[in-house]
């Protein structure tokens, strides 16, 4: 089993999990910039965190065999606080960093107006610099969040299907299957999504356009998660190579829209991407 997990927060994990990782079959990641739980009071700070997510962090996968990506975003719920404002003026310079695989996380967490305008405005980024868009889906009022979410990725022209919309569930998987845009969804111990829950959803709605993480953050999280999914499909029935597409193939392909995924010296990759133009550097 090989695994890209599409949504993990290293930040918040130890050296240890980035070797059970590297045991299980988890050969990359992707990291999303995200609320670290204390308020951050200034840019500088931000500046900081995006520095250690394009420099420390991908080192420190390395070390396991582990290729490390990130995106990059003013957060939505960091999007209300005016010291956290002049943010938006400094995530472009690090859309630009080689390592960057997309804008994100934006969206919502309370949907208010401040929220509404810097998710606007870095779609907008996104369709500047050519990068897919990762998107959160707010805590509460989940559906009425979700058809907002649509609705500001229609207006801002960006292509749907360089948009995932993520933490979905089975109240709002269908809106956003219909919608063109991919899925997300956060598999965790106790709450949002669980491996068996996942299974149903894959046999009702396909493996097109899915994306399967372990989001691991500070809260109680698993980052094994993916590979409990794939063990769950496994024993539901689907095949092996169902189970590859859903945790290897299918982010490759996302992530593969940016032109700067690298996985050109991460072991197993396969034969399948040998010349693919979506690997920067081959396979």
Request: proline content about 7%; hydrophobic content about 40%.
């Given at each position: 089993?090989?695994?890209l997990?599409?949504?993990?927060?290293?930040t918040?994990?130890?050296?240890?999990?980035?070797?059970?990782?590297?045991?299980?079959?988890?050969?990359?990641?992707?990291?999303?910039?995200?609320?670290?739980?204390?308020?951050?009071?200034?840019?500088?700070?931000?500046?900081?965190?995006?520095?250690?997510?394009?420099?420390?962090?991908?080192?420190?996968?390395?070390?396991?065999?582990?290729?490390?990506?990130?995106?990059?975003?003013?957060?939505?719920?960091?999007?209300?606080?005016?010291?956290?404002?002049?943010?938006l003026?400094l995530?472009p310079?690090?859309?630009?960093?080689?390592s960057?695989?997309?804008?994100?996380?934006?969206?919502?967490?309370?949907?208010?107006?401040?929220?509404?305008?810097?998710?606007?405005?870095?779609?907008a980024?996104?369709?500047?610099?050519?990068?897919?868009?990762?998107?959160?889906?707010?805590?509460r009022?989940?559906?009425?969040?979700?058809?907002r979410?649509?609705d500001?990725v229609?207006?801002s022209?960006?292509?749907?299907?360089?948009?995932?919309?993520?933490?979905l569930?089975?109240v709002?998987?269908?809106?956003?299957?219909?919608?063109?845009?991919?899925?997300?969804?956060?598999?965790?111990?106790?709450?949002?999504?669980?491996?068996?829950?996942?299974v149903?959803?894959?046999?009702?709605h396909?493996?097109?356009?899915?994306?399967?993480n372990?989001?691991?953050?500070?809260?109680?999280?698993?980052?094994?998660?993916?590979?409990?999914?794939?063990?769950?499909?496994?024993?539901?029935?689907?095949s092996?190579?169902?189970?590859?597409?859903?945790?290897?193939?299918?982010?490759?392909e996302?992530?593969?829209?940016?032109?700067?995924?690298?996985?050109?010296?991460?072991?197993?990759?396969?034969?399948?991407?040998?010349?693919?133009?979506?690997?920067?550097?081959?396979?």
């Amino acid at each position: 089993m090989r695994i890209l997990d599409p949504h993990i927060h290293m930040t918040s994990r130890t050296t240890d999990d980035y070797e059970r990782m590297a045991a299980a079959g988890v050969r990359a990641v992707v990291e999303p910039a995200f609320w670290l739980g204390q308020p951050r009071t200034n840019p500088g700070s931000f500046a900081d965190y995006f520095d250690s997510l394009v420099g420390w962090e991908p080192f420190r996968a390395a070390q396991f065999g582990i290729r490390h990506h990130a995106t990059i975003a003013l957060n939505p719920k960091e999007a209300n606080d005016p010291r956290c404002r002049p943010v938006l003026d400094l995530v472009p310079r690090y859309l630009d960093k080689d390592s960057v695989v997309a804008v994100g996380e934006i969206g919502y967490d309370s949907m208010t107006p401040e929220e509404d305008d810097a998710f606007t405005r870095q779609l907008a980024l996104a369709v500047e610099y050519e990068l897919p868009a990762l998107v959160h889906t707010p805590h509460r009022d989940k559906a009425h969040g979700v058809k907002r979410t649509l609705d500001v990725v229609r207006e801002s022209g960006i292509d749907p299907g360089r948009v995932v919309v993520d933490h979905l569930n089975e109240v709002t998987v269908a809106a956003v299957h219909d919608s063109g845009c991919w899925m997300g969804f956060s598999i965790y111990p106790d709450t949002k999504m669980s491996p068996p829950r996942m299974v149903e959803i894959l046999r009702e709605h396909g493996l097109d356009r899915v994306l399967v993480n372990s989001a691991a953050d500070w809260g109680k999280s698993d980052p094994l998660l993916t590979v409990r999914t794939g063990e769950a499909m496994l024993a539901a029935g689907f095949s092996e190579d169902d189970v590859d597409r859903v945790l290897w193939r299918n982010p490759v392909e996302f992530y593969g829209q940016s032109g700067r995924l690298d996985l050109s010296d991460v072991a197993g990759t396969g034969p399948l991407f040998e010349g693919s133009s979506i690997l920067r550097g081959g396979s």
